[in-house]
């Protein structure tokens, strides 16, 4: 029951990534839901449900997008394992702690992001627009990260009592 309840939280998360996101992108730019769901998992439960949800995740949403293959995988596994690291220095119920790591996050993985373009040889011109979109997507990102960051919490006090 444990397991059907996270993968019908990411199917959901998904879903509203891929129909709802789109509708509210502010200046082409969408918020990551998944990535406060990593950065939650990761903070509350450890590393092993953290690099679980960041791969279950990340392979979805690399086959929905199109993108390259395997790039959400590996950034959303390590931000899991990364955040996993932490769980047993922070205090759970800090409701400042996911909006602060999920802005760090969102500013680091558009980074690495613009940084694998770079890398694979796509032309980067505009940094102040760059800078402009990130600071935009760690804003909305942070918007979305305290409710996604409650719904974790309610769900791995579910998943205790069962």
């Not at 839901?33 to 279950?56: R, T, Y």
Request: charged fraction near 10%; aromatic fraction near 14%.
């Amino acid at each position: 029951m444990r397991t059907l309840h996270w993968v019908g939280l990411v199917a959901v998360l998904i879903i509203l990534q891929t129909t709802f996101v789109p509708l509210i992108a502010f200046q082409g730019v969408r918020p990551d839901l998944l990535l406060g769901l990593i950065v939650s998992c990761g903070l509350l439960f450890g590393k092993e449900q953290g690099v679980g949800i960041g791969f279950f995740s990340g392979l979805l949403q690399d086959l929905f997008t199109g993108s390259f293959f395997g790039l959400h995988i590996l950034s959303k596994v390590t931000i899991g394992y990364l955040f996993g690291l932490t769980e047993k220095k922070v205090y759970k119920r800090n409701l400042l702690l996911p909006i602060v790591a999920v802005a760090v996050t969102s500013i680091c993985y558009f980074a690495v992001y613009v940084f694998i373009l770079i890398l694979f040889r796509y032309k980067v011109d505009n940094i102040y627009g760059l800078i402009q979109t990130m600071l935009v997507f760690a804003g909305y990102n942070m918007l979305f990260s305290l409710p996604i960051h409650l719904i974790v919490y309610r769900l791995g006090s579910l998943n205790k009592d069962s």
